[in-house]
């Protein structure tokens, strides 16, 4: 018999506003989270404390590459799993994706420990900036279980179309992170080593919220150790799918590895700019990425179940609410600039510098949302190399070539044009795969 849960819902805008409005409030208490974090270490430590940030940023990413890679790869399974009524696949999914949160947390955890001081070379870090990116990656680093295991059950728990409870866990830790953070860099005088205590103890937190929902029954998928196993093919499909996501994250590590070794030639304080615009930048991103969680499951299970119709709908919805947000990114951050970067520091070169380089790189916002929802539209319906081949565009096959090229022939400006330029290209190849899907969708 079907499996029936609130997916299966025909009223498709209602449909995705229910399970994008919490995935979205979601990621912008990340996104605010990460932006007050800045503030308290700029605030607290200085412009180093912000580079050091930066610099230990793409272990962070790193980690949230598998984290995802496993989450959505998992979700894309269950959802159609869901759609097609077969439970029993759903839960051996969850099974083989409990078992890669622990297997992927001990092996990155032990690794960075051992090569800690290596790495952060290799990230960009400079004399200066080392002893604060240190300070904070020797700690982060102790919480990968924690951080891993939230980021899959995200996904996993939206897949069943929980997107409240999934808004909880984020929200649970962002909220005491912001909390946490003030406490341990102010009162317990600890720096930015206070401000790495505070996201782990959020993080460790936050796992207990997760295992509470799991406990209580009210999931359809059941956590238990007998249930946590290695199954090759679920595993290959996983991360198949899956590679889409940890292909752009792993992209957006090694983008900002390239950027801070670029933006290093002109000075650290370009670093700290680029953490600052980072973070603001997260206020866009986020809500664009919690309309795509959102729509996943929709697409997943719509497509599972052969409902072509509903899956066409749900991507034209999603790439609408997206661009709508793109635009009033642009807007806000346009006119609002010289207000953002005085929040971060009193730094007068920072702030002034900080708004030319803003104001060049948000000029293509208007067309990220569509480059987004449309590659995220191939992984939730499996189909794992357009979905990587998207998700690589504007971060590997487009963008690192044109930081390398523009940073030559045009300096520092050419750093910051490169990324709307490679928005700009990106999503016009995203559109020649869309055509094609749609055009599939609606011959169905």
Do not use: C
Not at 252 to 264: D, E, K, P, V
Not at 312 to 322: E, T
């Amino acid at each position: 018999m079907k499996h029936t849960n609130i997916l299966s819902d025909n009223n498709i805008g209602r449909l995705l506003i229910k399970l994008s409005v919490p995935a979205t409030i979601g990621m912008i208490v990340m996104a605010l989270y990460n932006v007050v974090d800045a503030i308290f270490i700029g605030r607290s430590v200085g412009t180093l404390g912000i580079a050091g940030l930066a610099i230990a940023f793409p272990m962070h990413m790193i980690v949230l590459a598998f984290g995802t890679a496993n989450g959505i790869g998992a979700a894309s399974i269950i959802s159609r799993a869901f759609g097609e009524g077969d439970l029993e696949k759903a839960n051996k999914t969850f099974g083989n994706a409990m078992f890669s949160v622990i297997a992927i947390s001990v092996l990155l955890t032990t690794f960075s420990l051992i090569f800690i001081e290596p790495l952060l070379r290799l990230f960009g870090a400079t004399d200066e900036i080392m002893p604060y990116a240190k300070d904070y990656l020797s700690i982060i680093i102790l919480g990968t279980i924690f951080f891993v295991f939230a980021i899959s059950s995200n996904g996993i728990i939206r897949s069943e179309g929980h997107a409240k409870v999934a808004m909880g866990s984020m929200v649970v830790s962002a909220i005491l992170n912001i909390i946490f953070d003030p406490i341990f860099i102010f009162w317990f005088n600890m720096g930015i080593r206070g401000a790495a205590w505070a996201t782990v103890l959020a993080q460790f937190i936050t796992v207990g919220y997760l295992l509470y929902f799991y406990s209580t029954g009210k999931s359809v998928l059941h956590i238990k150790w007998s249930s946590i196993h290695f199954n090759l093919s679920i595993q290959k499909e996983i991360f198949s799918i899956g590679m889409s996501s940890f292909a752009r994250q792993i992209a957006s590590s090694l983008l900002i590895i390239i950027l801070n070794h670029l933006l290093a030639l002109f000075g650290g304080i370009y670093i700290a700019i680029y953490a600052i615009i980072n973070r603001v930048l997260r206020f866009v991103f986020m809500p664009i990425f919690g309309i795509a969680q959102g729509m996943q499951p929709i697409l997943g299970y719509n497509y599972g179940a052969r409902n072509y119709d509903n899956a066409g709908k749900v991507i034209k919805l999603a790439i609408l609410h997206a661009t709508a947000i793109g635009i009033s990114g642009l807007i806000i951050l346009y006119l609002f600039t010289a207000q953002i970067f005085s929040l971060f520091s009193n730094d007068s070169v920072l702030i002034s510098k900080g708004i030319e380089a803003m104001r060049i790189v948000i000029l293509a916002l208007p067309f990220v949302g569509f480059q987004i929802i449309g590659a995220t539209s191939f992984q939730a319906l499996g189909k794992a190399v357009p979905a990587l081949i998207l998700s690589l565009a504007r971060q590997v096959i487009i963008l690192i070539p044109l930081l390398l090229i523009f940073s030559k022939v045009f300096g520092l400006n050419g750093i910051w044009a490169s990324m709307p330029v490679a928005d700009t290209l990106a999503a016009l190849i995203t559109f020649v795969f869309f055509v094609n899907l749609m055009r599939k969708l609606q011959t169905r």
